[in-house]
């Protein structure tokens, strides 16, 4: 049993889309652990802000139908296919680590912006604070600690997740 974890982010109808998307991801993968939900401003490009957090979960799926699984989940929410990289995100579902695995196909593992945004950092470090990041062998926590909180705006929201999901999610908070 591999344990992935999980980046999520939209921008359009977030609560709606984010709450659709951890319900399937719940579907598919069971009972899930949730960092806080976070609110940043877009990155790339000009935009309304995101909500983003991630979840952790268990799968006996491959990474590539573990991402397989993540794109039907999107396209059931709305993502279009081939959308412009920097643009607004109904659900945006990405594989951040698979185990300690390290490899770039099918997916690029560790996922790179785990070391640069931090709408991504700072909820993988509440929800795997002492775990290491399998390339830089420092842990998300401390790379927390050491990122330039001036270089992107970001701030954890009370979110209301739905009934449904309540049993069988376990919360984060660093």
């Not at 991801?25 to 949730?34: A, I, K, N, S, V």
């Amino acid at each position: 049993m591999a344990r992935i974890y999980i980046s999520l982010g939209t921008n359009i109808s977030p609560e709606e889309h984010l709450n659709a998307g951890l319900l399937d991801l719940q579907q598919y993968f069971g009972p899930l652990q949730l960092s806080r939900v976070f609110e940043s401003e877009s990155v790339g490009f000009k935009g309304t802000n995101f909500l983003n957090m991630v979840a952790v979960a268990e799968t006996e799926l491959s990474i590539a139908e573990v991402v397989a699984t993540f794109k039907r989940i999107e396209q059931a929410n709305g993502r279009i296919k081939g959308e412009k990289k920097f643009s607004p995100r109904s659900l945006d579902i990405d594989l951040l680590l698979y185990d300690d695995k390290i490899c770039e196909t099918p997916v690029e593992l560790p996922r790179g912006e785990i070391l640069f945004n931090a709408f991504v950092l700072w909820p993988l470090a509440e929800v795997a604070p002492n775990l290491k990041h399998p390339v830089v062998q420092k842990s998300y926590l401390t790379l927390w600690q050491a990122y330039d909180k001036q270089r992107q705006k970001l701030w954890p929201i009370a979110f209301e997740f739905p009934a449904e999901l309540q049993p069988n999610i376990t919360l984060s908070t660093l």
